[in-house]
């Protein structure tokens, strides 16, 4: 009797790991081919992603939730460094512009010093 009962016990447990697989993978899929396409939305994707990995990783054994966390959490400092880098480019053409902007007025200086007073206004 204990036999059965562990058998079926056994079975429910692998039906459950498959339930979980198929319905996390299909989303995982989803999310990965929404996360290529639309770069505009690739933070807003990722973070979705990173989330589902996470609840993925909770239904799982200890050793397959680390390393889904340990992907999860990569995944998320790759997002962290592209929004940087986003960043980074946002403010050096900022600051390239206010540059050209620099250049000019000091162009406009030296060609009337008379009116220097007046353009420092």
């Known amino acids: 009797m204990n036999v059965v009962l562990s058998r079926d016990s056994q ?3 692998m039906e459950s790991t498959v339930t979980n697989a198929e319905k996390y993978f299909g989303q995982f899929c989803s999310l990965l081919a929404s996360y290529t396409r639309k770069t505009a939305r ?3 994707k990722a973070d979705q992603l990173v989330k589902q990995l996470i609840d993925f ?3 799982e054994n200890p050793e397959l939730r680390a390393a889904m ?3 999860a959490e990569d995944l998320a400092k790759v997002q962290d460094y592209r929004q940087a880098e986003a960043d980074i480019k946002k403010y050096k053409r900022v600051q390239n512009n206010e540059i050209k902007q620099l250049e000019k ?3 406009l200086r030296q060609k009337s010093p008379s009116d220097r007073q007046m353009i420092s206004q």
């Open 105 to 107: 007025l000091e162009k």
């Open 69 to 71: 966390r340990d992907f």
């Open 42 to 44: 690739l933070r807003d």
């Open 57 to 59: 990783a909770n239904t």
């Open 11 to 13: 079975v429910r447990v």
